[in-house]
Nanobody, 116 residues
Framework: QVQLIESGGGLVQAGGSLRLSCAASGRTFTGDPMGWYRQAAGKEREFVAR????????YYADFVKGRFTISRDNARNTVYLQINSLKPEDTAIYYC?????????WGRGTQVTVSS
């Protein structure tokens, strides 16, 4: 059974940094794209970043503007999201997403709260 478990969220002051992690289990994900989405209270879930499998190509939402960096460690089946220069508008639940063939999977999310 595929599981995605996020960690690393928390409460941080504006301008601070966080590193989110998503550990995947249940199969090998080396060739599968993995990504991050976020959902703020009262808003729809939105795309944040994605990274391809072994190639490592990355894609970001426009609002990231160089502040976020997605990476992965295939040996650990883990994807990371480094978030710098946090802003109050980054407050949201951040979800890990995996595309595996015709299936996709979501983690339960990790809360990021940025105080001004």
């Amino acid at each position: 059974q595929v599981q995605l478990i996020e960690s690393g969220g928390g409460l941080v002051q504006a301008g601070g940094s966080l590193r989110l992690s998503c550990a995947a289990s249940g199969r090998t994900f080396t060739g599968d794209p993995m990504g991050w989405y976020r959902q703020a209270a009262g808003k729809e879930r939105e795309f944040v970043a994605r990274i391809r499998g072994s190639g490592g190509s990355t894609y970001y939402a426009d609002f990231v503007k160089g502040r976020f960096t997605i990476s992965r460690d295939n040996a650990r089946n883990t994807v990371y999201l480094q978030i710098n220069s946090l802003k109050p508008e980054d407050t949201a639940i951040y979800y890990c997403h995996l595309v595996a063939g015709t299936d996709d999977y979501w983690g339960r999310g990790t809360q990021v709260t940025v105080s001004s």
